[in-house]
T-cell receptor
Framework: NAGVTQTPKFQVLKTGQSMTLQCAQD?????MSWYRQDPGMGLRLIHY???????DQGEVPNGYNVSRSTTEDFPLRLLSAAPSQTSVYFC????????????FGSGTQLSVL | KQEVTQIPAALSVPEGENLVLNCSFT??????LQWFRQDPGKGLTSLLL?????REQTSGRLNASLDKSSGRSTLYIAASQPGDSATYLC???????????FGTGTRLTIIP
């Protein structure tokens, strides 16, 4: 019973490097999303998707790209990492997306030096 | 724009006490509200989901209430245990809004 799986759990990057955070869910959820969590600022939505081939921007999309080629996977790409992107990243999924029960992955702790 | 506030930011209570956590929101036209707990270094675990048409939801020692007119939800924890120590977050969904709004959470510590 995997649920939402995120990899890696920890990552250290140098400024300017690129990387992809992986997210996969096995619940056939249409809605998938990426959040970042920073102290004192709560969870902020980066990008979301309501189905394969459909993505949209959230509150803080700059510096991040996403794609949704399958229902199961929703990778988050950092094209040129910056220290301001040091954060904990969470992937979440649900049915439909209009406020249905949200399921979270265990998170990726990213440090950009 | 919806704003969600959770006060206090931190709370410590002795084991065995009953306690209430608060979640306030500014736009009452919500679809539903969900409570989570987050343990240090972990993801968010769903506790309760209340639809806009409901007044409360219960799961074990947890009871969540919703009062849309006052823009408030409470999470009641009965007979608190050290294992309840965690950060508790609420999130709100508005009608026609794919984008959810989270509170910043209340860090709860149960003192043995």
């Amino acid at each position: 019973n995997a649920g939402v799986t995120q990899t890696p759990k920890f990552q250290v990057l140098k400024t300017g490097q690129s990387m992809t955070l992986q997210c996969a869910q096995d619940m056939n959820h249409e809605y998938m999303s990426w959040y970042r969590q920073d102290p004192g600022m709560g969870l902020r939505l980066i990008h979301y998707s309501v189905g394969a081939g459909i993505t949209d921007q959230g509150e803080v999309p700059n510096g991040y790209n996403v794609s949704r080629s399958t229902t199961e996977d929703f990778p988050l790409r950092l094209l040129s990492a910056a220290p301001s992107q040091t954060s904990v990243y969470f992937c979440a999924s649900s049915y439909l997306g209009k406020g249905e029960k949200l399921f979270f992955g265990s998170g990726t702790q990213l440090s950009v030096l | 724009k919806q704003e969600v506030t959770q006060i206090p930011a931190a709370l410590s209570v002795p084991e065995g006490e009953n306690l209430v956590l608060n979640c306030s929101f500014t736009d009452s036209a919500i679809y539903n509200l969900q409570w989570f707990r987050q343990d240090p270094g972990k993801g968010l675990t769903s506790l309760l989901l209340i639809q806009s048409s409901q007044r409360e939801q219960t799961s074990g020692r947890l009871n969540a209430s919703l009062d849309k007119s006052s823009g408030r939800s409470t999470l009641y924890i009965a007979a608190s245990q050290p294992g309840d120590s965690a950060t508790y977050l609420c999130r709100v969904s508005n009608f026609g809004n794919e984008k959810l709004t989270f509170g910043t959470g209340t860090r709860l510590t149960i003192i043995p």
